[in-house]
């Protein structure tokens, strides 16, 4: 049933236990640096940090794909954009989103369940300080290594119920999907509502090359239709 969970969680997906940590609020700073982290025992440094210099990324307009595409010296941004669209970022590198909203129609209008905003193929990508929601799919579908999604809201993601046979259902969509293979993803301070699913569920259907190293903290889940979290 839909409520408040305050998930102050480090989930590593390698083996051993899992560990439950005290939240930690604090924002990412704009070079990528993440003090916070200091907070949550076991969570270890994000190995890389935005460039001082950075390439703006125009405001994509329409839906496909989307080049953020920089170098650990001079960063990729795409910051400050509104996208009624669904956006791919397909084989991005150095790339930092911030402040950017995703957003649908009303409620969650339309039936697609596809993820408005792809990270497919990435490396080195933040996303931070950014808000996904009412969309007709769910929110960021990642698959890649050494990816940041913190600071960002997830909300009315398709949170409406569908009469199936009589009873109310959940739509099963979820705000971050971690793909198969996916490796060394941190998850922090997020805040998810109105989620008509989990705000991240990482290795559904892999039966191979499931993903691994997946850290979340400080995270926030209230009133959505399933968990918070689920593996």
């Not at 698959?143 to 398709?158: Q, Y």
């Not at 199936?164 to 971050?176: F, Q």
């Amino acid at each position: 049933m839909p409520g408040r969970l305050v998930v102050s969680t480090l989930l590593c997906l390698i083996p051993g236990p899992a560990l439950m940590q005290g939240a930690a609020w604090a924002a990412s700073g704009p070079d990528g640096r993440d003090s916070a982290l200091r907070e949550y025992r076991g969570v270890p440094t994000i190995p890389f940090e935005v460039s001082a210099e950075t390439t703006a990324v125009r405001c994509p307009t329409s839906s496909g794909p989307l080049a953020c595409v920089g170098s650990p010296d001079r960063w990729a941004k795409l910051s400050g954009c509104v996208i009624h669209a669904k956006v791919s970022l397909a084989d991005a590198r150095y790339c930092l989103v911030d402040d950017v909203t995703v957003e649908g129609g009303e409620n969650g209008s339309g039936t697609d369940n596809a993820h408005q905003f792809r990270l497919e193929n990435v490396e080195h990508v933040i996303v931070q300080n950014s808000v996904f929601r009412a969309h007709s799919g769910a929110g960021i579908a990642v698959k890649g290594s050494n990816v940041v999604i913190r600071d960002s809201r997830f909300e009315d993601l398709r949170y409406r119920e569908r009469k199936l046979k009589g009873t109310l259902v959940s739509l099963d969509t979820h705000g971050i999907v971690g793909g198969c293979g996916s490796e060394k993803i941190w998850i922090l301070r997020n805040y998810a509502t109105r989620v008509s699913g989990q705000l991240t569920q990482w290795g559904h259907g892999c039966k191979k090359d499931p993903p691994s190293h997946i850290y979340i903290a400080g995270n926030v889940a209230e009133n959505n239709a399933e968990a918070g979290f689920a593996t």
